[in-house]
């Protein structure tokens, strides 16, 4: 079953830093080179239309053909790179999920 890693950005005390971050880290393209991935989506959570703090503010997910490769992945020294990109940008707090998807 297809496993993938979600990485969720809460809301940034300092937005513009954290965009300026997330740009320079190259974040993306490092976690590109994880062995095993087969796809990657990056997004940014759409504000709420009374101005209130979302849930969440960025989400990038990997996705894996399952569980066990998406571990092995993050054993790798290409995650050894590419991890430190995340705490290091994530200024308001991060979490990570390992999830299986459901397909309907």
Known sequence: MTTKITIIYDNPTDAGAFEAGFAESEQLELAKALPG??????????PKEDGSPTPAYRLVDLY????????????????????????????????????????G
């Open 37 to 46: 991935l087969q796809r990657l989506e990056s997004s940014k959570v759409w």
């Open 64 to 103: 894996f053909a399952d569980y066990d490769a998406a571990s092995a992945a993050v054993a790798t020294p290409e995650a050894a790179a590419f991890f430190p990109t995340i705490f290091g940008i994530a200024n308001g707090g991060v979490r990570i999920t390992f999830a299986d998807v459901e397909e």
